[in-house]
């Protein structure tokens, strides 16, 4: 099983982009999907993007859509999501997640990283 560790957020202006990571741990990485998910203070957790074991599959929330970009480098052992044109209703804690069901079983995701504070200012 991996484990996954967030970086990058931080407190930023409405417009401004940020870039988040996920490093993860084991030689197993390749194997999973990964995904972003995000909490807002109040708000259940909410899927964010999704990206296949191999990088061709990608999916966004419509929230996000057209400004948001997730990315993998196998390599690396590392997701990223590059965050255009925030907005303060991107505010939120970042997680990281990872599965070896289906991509789009948004449910099966089951390792999760400690999450990273992003903070969009009006």
């Known amino acids: 099983q991996v484990q996954l560790v967030e970086s990058g957020g931080g407190l930023v202006r409405a417009g401004d982009s940020l870039r988040l990571s996920c490093a993860a741990s084991g030689r197993t990485f390749r194997n999973y999907h990964m995904g972003w998910f995000r909490q807002a203070p109040g708000k259940k957790r909410e899927f964010v993007s999704v990206?296949?074991?191999?990088?061709?599959?990608?999916f966004y929330a419509d929230s996000v859509k057209g400004r948001f970009i997730i990315s993998r480098d196998n390599a690396k052992n590392t997701i990223y999501l590059q965050m255009n044109s925030l907005k303060p209703e991107d505010t939120a804690v970042y997680y990281c997640a990872a599965t070896l069901k289906h991509y789009s079983d948004l449910e099966g995701y089951d390792v999760w990283g400690q999450g990273t504070q992003v903070t969009i200012s009006s």
């Open positions: 990206i296949s074991w191999n990088g061709i599959t990608t």
